[in-house]
Structure formats: C-alpha cells, structure tokens
C-alpha cells in the first residue's frame, strides 16, 4: 500500500471512530439531558437534537474532506511525487546504468532532500568505481594483448627456424632434438592463445562461436585424449555413456572443450594413483548435465565458497606439484554462465573426492 | 612462359624476414618492404599478384595499406592480401576482413608450410570476387 492509500485509510477509519463516537456520547447523553425537560417537551428535544446531531455530522464529514484533500494534495506533491520521481531514478540506474534525473526537491520536506542527496553521492560513487573497474580492466587487457604480441614475435621467429632447419639433411638425434624444440615452441604459442581468450572472456567482449553438436561426443573425444595422462598418473578413466543419446546442444565447442579439459585435468591431477575419475552425462527437459566424479583430495570447506574466485588455489591445491593458474574454474564458470549454464561442485557423500557438474542449457 | 608474378612482403622483423625469403626463394619472385610507405610505393612500381601484409609496421601501419590497396580505381584493388600478423585478437580479425582481407594468419601459429600453402591457393584462382 502506497502512502496514499495509508493516508486515506487512516482518515477513513479516523472518521468512522468519530461518527461512532458521537453517536454513543449522544445516546449515554441523551438519558440525563431530558430529564431537565418537562416530559411533554421530549418529542421537541428529541426532534432538535436529532437535527443538531445531523448536521454536526454533515459538518463534521465536510470539513474532514477538505482536511483530507488538502493534506492529500500537499503529501502528493512534497512527498509522494519526488519520492517516484526518485524511485524512478534509481530504478533507471540499477537497470541500464544510466544517471537519470532527479526532481527538483527544493521546498520538499528535509527527509526527502536528504534522500536525494544521498543518492547522488551514492550514484557518483559507484560511477567513479565502475569507471575505474573499466579502466584497469582495459589497462590490462591491453597489456595482455600487447605481451602477448611481444611473446610471439620471437615465438615466430623460433619456430620458423625451426622449420627450416627441419628441411636441413640432419641425423636421426638431430632431428629428435628439432622436434622435441618444435613441440615446445607450439605449447607456448598455445598459451599465449589461451591467455589472450581467457583476457577476452574475462572481460565479458569474448564472441563465442556458437554451433550445434553433441555432447557426448565431446565427452568421449576429451576422455580420449586424457587417457595416455591418466595412464600416467595411475587413474582409471571411465566415460559412462548414457544409453539414450542426449539431446544436441548449441554452444561455442572449443570453449566447452575447453571446460572439459580443465576439469579432467583437475580430476587426475588431484587424483591419487589407483583412484578413478568417471565421466558421466546426462539430459533433462532444459538441461544437459556433465558430471566429472573423482576419487581424489576433496575441497576443504574453508575453500568451498572461493575455488571459483580467479587465481584463487586451495590450500591443499598448492602443496600438490602442479602448474594450475588459478583460472581454469573461474574461466570454466565463466564460460559456463556465459551460455546460460553453470558449473558446480560437491563432495561425494560416499567416500572421498568431488564431483562437478556442469549444465548446459538445451536448444528450445 | 607466363608473365612474372611478384609477391610482396611487408614485414618489419629482418630475422622473420629473412625466414619467410629463405621458404619462398626459388618460388617466387618477391619484393619486401619493412614500412607502410615502402609497401605502396613498390605495389605502384610492380603491381605484384598477392600482398603478404603485417599489421604493425612502423610510420605507416597494415590497416592502412590494406585501405590504400582496396581504394585503388584499377583491377589492382582486388589483389589477394593475406595477412600475416601476431595481432590475433577477435577484434583485429574482424577489422581486417571488413577492410577487405583475402586471408588472416595469426604468425606464430602458423608454419611457412601453411602460408606457402595459402599463396598457392590464392595465385592458382588469382581473381576474388571485389570487395568493396
């Protein structure tokens, strides 16, 4: 109910009290006042009294309604008004982000200036740190792109060397050694790559190449290239397929891929050997559901609210040798929302380990 | 015999210069410049048939000499140009088709091999539809 209405519920119910009221005073008076009458007078006192008591009434209902108007019209004008008009403001500037205007609140009462003055400050302020966030995350895209530039000149000239030598009559141990420094090169212009997406995502301006594919495959391919490294690290690797095909999905593939990766290589990296990470997938009426199931050294529960802060590591994360970044999960999250899905996580409730799901959103 | 085709190389770099001539000599004929200017005033010289273009390049930059290339009034406008640039952002690939890029090479992620392979492609079927 608006202040209005709260105003005119009052004067309602103020009015009713009032007319109840007089109307009881009268009746108990009534009694005792007559009897300073000679009793052939009563039907005449009764007469005038009720007339009296009538229009007292109609008086009493007039200059109420005035009253009202009048401090209806005076609350529309200092208090309600400004007060929408403000309301409206701010609703614009939570909405688009736009300042709006705000009425003239001169002559307003000082609760409402008051407010007024708050909430331009308040506006100002979060423009000046919204216009500094936009700053620095420009500066530093900006820096990325341009390190990333200055990485891969020199990367160029590595491994076009590289391949000319390659064309070069070379002995067999040459040749190894050529190539194990070709493979490195093409790992490190890989992460410049990466590093660039992740600054390009990071900042919300990232396109997705959005097509429409199957998830399962996705699965299954991701499970395969991880299955050498999970041999490695003595992890049994296990993708159940579900037995209905799941719905096609559109989304960007290489970003999903991406997600898929990071969570297979948090998986075994966090597994011990002899545990077992399983891949499982499944679809609802909105939803497609990857579920990524390891064996592993679970997340503390001092860690469970922050693992998808950016560069954030779990305490028992960097004990562990490994060169995780800090960004995959938050990336993985990012993208994940990003396509209107979201990635997860939960402890396994029988035995050790995690499980993270990540739900994709079904073409409708 | 047919008529000598020349491609022009515009990268500022001398060791990726020196790289992409150690590939290309014997293939081609080619002419290299390290700058804007360079590039245009050999383009106007020798009208080459594909324009290998870097993007930044000191005083004058790739964007611009892909600009001049494409307002040229002559059937030269339509020359292939592929770039070949470290610059590799979305945002760069984008501004580089809508001037009228045949081709966008991200360096370091490519081998000569696969330029070569691009080049081959483009001079065998020479004439892309203009873009304006």
């Given amino acids: 109910m608006g202040i209005r209405g709260l105003l005119a519920l009052i004067f309602f119910a103020t009015l009713a009290l009032a007319v109840g009221f007089i109307y009881g005073l009268v009746a108990f008076l009534k009694e005792r006042l007559f009897e300073l009458f000679p009793p052939d007078l009563w039907p005449q006192a009764d007469t005038a009294l009720q007339i009296l008591v009538l229009y007292g009434m109609v008086a009493l209902i007039i200059f109420t309604t005035i009253l009202m108007l009048l401090v209806f019209f005076l609350m529309s004008n200092l208090i309600v008004r400004p007060l929408k008009e403000i309301i409206k403001a701010m609703l614009q500037f939570s909405r688009d982000g736009e300042k709006g205007t705000l009425p003239n609140v001169e002559g307003t009462p000082r609760e409402i200036r008051e407010l007024a003055s708050v909430y331009t400050d ?28 200055q990485l891969r000149t020199p990367l160029t000239g590595i491994r076009w060397a590289l391949e000319a030598l390659e064309k070069e009559p070379l002995t067999e141990s040459q040749m190894a050694l050529v190539t194990s420094a070709k493979e490195k090169g093409k790992d490190l212009v890989d992460t410049v790559g990466t590093l660039l997406d992740i600054t390009s995502i990071e900042s919300g301006k990232h396109k997705y190449e959005y097509s429409v594919f199957r998830i399962d495959e996705l699965i299954a391919e991701v499970a395969n290239d991880f299955a050498p490294h999970a041999g490695q690290s003595q992890v049994s690797l296990y993708y159940a397929r579900s037995e209905a095909p799941l719905p096609e999905i559109r989304a960007d593939r290489n970003r999903i891929k991406w997600i898929l990766n990071n969570l297979l290589e948090n998986a075994i990296r966090y597994t011990p050997a002899g545990g077992t990470v399983r891949i499982m997938a499944d679809a609802s009426e909105k939803h497609v559901r990857v579920r990524v199931h390891d064996t592993g050294i679970g997340i503390e529960d001092k860690d469970r609210s922050n693992i998808f802060e950016r560069f954030y590591r779990a305490g028992n994360a960097i004990t562990k040798q490994n060169q995780g970044n800090g960004l995959g999960l938050y990336i993985s999250r990012t993208i994940a929302m990003d396509h209107g899905g979201d990635l997860n996580f939960a402890s396994n409730e029988n035995g050790p380990g995690t499980t993270f799901t990540l739900s994709l959103p079904l073409p409708r | 015999m047919t008529d000598t085709k020349f491609i022009l190389v515009v990268e500022d770099d001398p060791i990726l210069k020196n790289l992409l001539g150690h590939t290309f ?108």
């Fill in chain 2, 25 to 132: 000599a014997g293939k081609y004929q080619t002419l290299y410049a390290s700058d804007g200017n360079e590039a245009l005033a050999l383009f106007e010289q020798y009208k080459p048939s594909l324009v290998l273009l870097d993007l930044m390049l000191p005083t004058m930059g790739g964007f611009e000499v892909l600009q001049a290339i494409r307002a040229r009034t002559d059937a030269h406008k339509d020359v292939p140009v592929i770039i070949v640039s470290n610059l590799g952002q979305e945002s760069d690939m984008e501004k580089a088709r809508s001037m009228g890029a045949t081709d966008y090479l991200v360096k370091a992620e490519v081998e000569i091999e696969e330029i070569v392979k691009r080049i081959e492609a483009m001079i065998a079927s020479p004439q892309t539809p203009a873009t304006a």
């Fill in chain 1, 122 to 149: 308040l506006v100002e302020k979060v423009d000046q740190v919204h216009r500094h966030d936009v700053e620095i995350s420009r500066v530093k895209s900006d820096f990325i792109s341009t390190a990333a530039h």
